[in-house]
């Protein structure tokens, strides 16, 4: 279940405005530098982080964007579910519609494995564990 594009540019920008020093903010230009995202699409997506409050957005001199809440409690999928880039977990992997367990398709037992995994890697991690890699470009 690959990610989106939306979905890997939201973790992106997550990922460097967890990289900056705590009460730093990051004008939408910068940000949209340093992660290589086009300023439109970048702003799209940061408003929806804003109003899930993951992320704090000020306007003015000195403003931009700094995160909502420590990296430790944001996690992947904190994210994802606010740039709405979760899939739905009960359509058939074999394109029969929704998923019925009593009469399931080839794939569905390891489909179901992928999902799990998934839902593991999104709910289990944190940023505050990716902003220990040093950014490529700073």
């Known amino acids: 279940m690959p990610l989106n594009q939306t979905a890997k540019y939201a973790l992106r920008a997550m990922a460097i405005l967890a990289s ?7 004008p939408a230009k ?23 409050r993951l992320v704090a957005g000020r306007r ?3 403003g931009g964007f700094s995160l ?24 058939c992997a074999f ?11 080839p794939l569905h037992d ?10 593991q890697w999104m709910e289990g991690t944190t940023l505050a564990e990716v902003v220990r890699a040093p950014v490529p470009g700073e």
């Open 68 to 91: 909502g809440r420590p990296a430790r409690r944001i996690s992947f999928a904190d994210i994802l579910v606010a740039t709405d880039c979760v899939g739905e977990r009960d359509v």
């Open 95 to 105: 394109g029969w519609g929704k998923c019925n367990p009593a009469e399931h398709c």
């Open 20 to 26: 900056l020093p705590a009460g730093e903010a990051l």
């Open 30 to 52: 910068e940000l949209a530098r340093r992660t290589g995202i086009p300023v439109h699409y970048l702003s799209k997506i940061m408003r929806r982080l804003v109003v899930s």
């Open 110 to 119: 390891t489909y179901r494995q992928l999902q799990a995994s998934v839902l």
């Open 60 to 62: 003015g001199h000195g």
